[in-house]
Each structure stands twice: as C-alpha cells, then as structure tokens.
Nanobody, 113 residues
C-alpha cells in the first residue's frame, strides 16, 4: 500500500488549498481514508475521514471549513480547505487502516496571519 499526498503550500489566512492523496496497492473503494495533521511540537491529530460509502466525519476545529471527498475511479481522496487559519499550519498526512496504519509522506501547509 502506498499513499502519495500533495497540494500543500503557503497561503494567507482566509485562503484556500486543496490537498490530494493518491493510493496504490489496494482495492481503494473498500476502505475508509482519513486525513491527519501534525503541527511542530504537537501530536498528530485527526482532521477528517471519508468512509467507503462516502460518509464523512470531521474534527470540530475544521468543521464547516474543510470538505473531504473521494474519487474511487482515480483511487484518490481530496481535502478542500477553506477559510484557513494560522492554527491550521501543519504537515498533513493521509491514512488508511488495513490491519495496520498506512501513512502517506505528508504535505506541508503553512498559513500566515
């Protein structure tokens, strides 16, 4: 299983970014996929998840600002991030659990005030 995250970058507060996670080595449509993030000096935390049927869940801190979606044909999951805040600055990781956790390499998101 391999996960490739992309789409991070630098943006001013209030701006938007769209992250992508491309998966390979698995029957993608069978699994839920999540996004997590880790800020400097902090533990990795849950951001959002999309189930195999398309159901979604979000951390309270991003609810109403972030939207997770998936395209099973492209084996990809996306995280649309709007109204970004400086506290959203972190490395963002996509995750799949298949007997164990699989993580992508992470993509840096920096939001300046």
């Amino acid at each position: 299983v391999q996960l490739q995250a992309s789409g991070g970058g630098w943006v001013q507060a209030g701006g938007s970014l769209r992250l992508s996670c491309a998966a390979s080595g698995l029957t993608f449509s069978r699994y839920a996929v999540g996004w997590f993030r880790q800020a400097p000096g902090k533990e990795r935390e849950f951001v959002a998840e999309i189930s195999r049927s398309g159901g979604t869940s979000y951390a309270d801190s991003v609810k109403g600002r972030f939207t997770i979606s998936r395209d099973n044909a492209k084996k990809s999951v996306y995280l649309q991030m709007d109204s970004l805040k400086p506290e959203d600055t972190a490395v963002y990781y996509c995750n799949v659990f298949i007997s164990r956790d699989y993580w992508g390499q992470g993509t840096q998101v920096t939001v300046s005030s």
